[in-house]
């Protein structure tokens, strides 16, 4: 999908694509049945919200198909260099060290669904939402450094059209889909020099890891919407936004 919402707006050298992590398992047989059937209905709800983004737009060749953790390998490092592009687009990549960054200092972008320095890590379009602050679901467009999601940022939004009845996935696809838009405005801005990146502070928020994700986590998220979350947020939009500042685009 990502790839698609580029190729319409640059030109597109080539994609690597990564599979994905694989599913963490519960500790007990009703733990791991409460992950399975969460992932279950995410997927399903992607498939909803983004059916008409199911093709690569590049032909076979252009794509290099790598497995969980190779995105900072030899192989990839060679195949990117071969293409010579003028930047690198990450959207839900693996960590990317070494040689790229070096290679590549200040030309690799990363989509972040998230919104740093509150929340950094993974699976953040997930844990603002299981830790009852949807003010910091949102994107964060970032220069990739080596620290973790730390790099200077370009510019960052909220999912736009929330409602009270969004379920998580319906409130995290739109995420995507606002996110993606930014994407495409910042690569445009900071190419042609019309956006500065600016540094993050890190006297706030917090980093999860994959162990961090479990059953109890996805309980409590359930737990949240049943209890009207959004609609709370909603009604008190301007105020608990404002508490969260973010970085917008330049007007």
Request: charged share 30%.
């Amino acid at each position: 999908m990502a790839a698609d919402y580029l190729n319409k707006n640059f030109n597109l050298l080539g994609i690597v694509s990564e599979s994905r992590r694989q599913l963490k398992s519960g500790e007990t047989p009703e733990e791991d049945r409460v992950i399975k059937d969460y992932d279950r209905e995410c997927a399903d709800k992607e498939r909803e919200y983004f059916s008409k983004f199911d093709k690569f737009p590049l032909s076979e060749e252009k794509i290099l198909r790598i497995d969980y953790g190779e995105s900072s390998s030899q192989k990839v490092f060679d195949w990117i260099k071969n293409l010579n592009p003028d930047y690198i687009i990450l959207v839900s990549s693996g960590v990317i060290k070494d040689s790229l960054l070096t290679e590549y200092s200040g030309r690799i972008l990363n989509l972040h669904l998230g919104l740093t320095p509150y929340y950094r890590g993974s699976a953040n379009a997930f844990w603002p939402l299981a830790s009852g602050e949807p003010e910091c679901l949102g994107a964060t467009v970032h220069l990739v450094t080596p620290k973790l999601d730390g790099g200077d940022v370009l510019a960052q939004s909220r999912p736009e059209d929330a409602r009270a009845d969004d379920g998580p996935r319906d409130i995290s696809n739109k995420n995507v889909l606002s996110g993606l838009d930014l994407l495409v405005k910042c690569i445009e801005g900071y190419a042609n020099g019309l956006i500065k990146p600016q540094p993050q502070s890190f006297d706030v928020g917090r980093v999860f890891r994959h162990k961090d994700y479990n059953a109890q986590a996805i309980l409590k998220l359930k737990e949240n919407f049943a209890n009207g979350m959004l609609k709370k947020y909603l009604d008190n939009k301007i105020e608990r936004d404002r508490l969260k500042p973010i970085i917008g685009l330049p007007k």
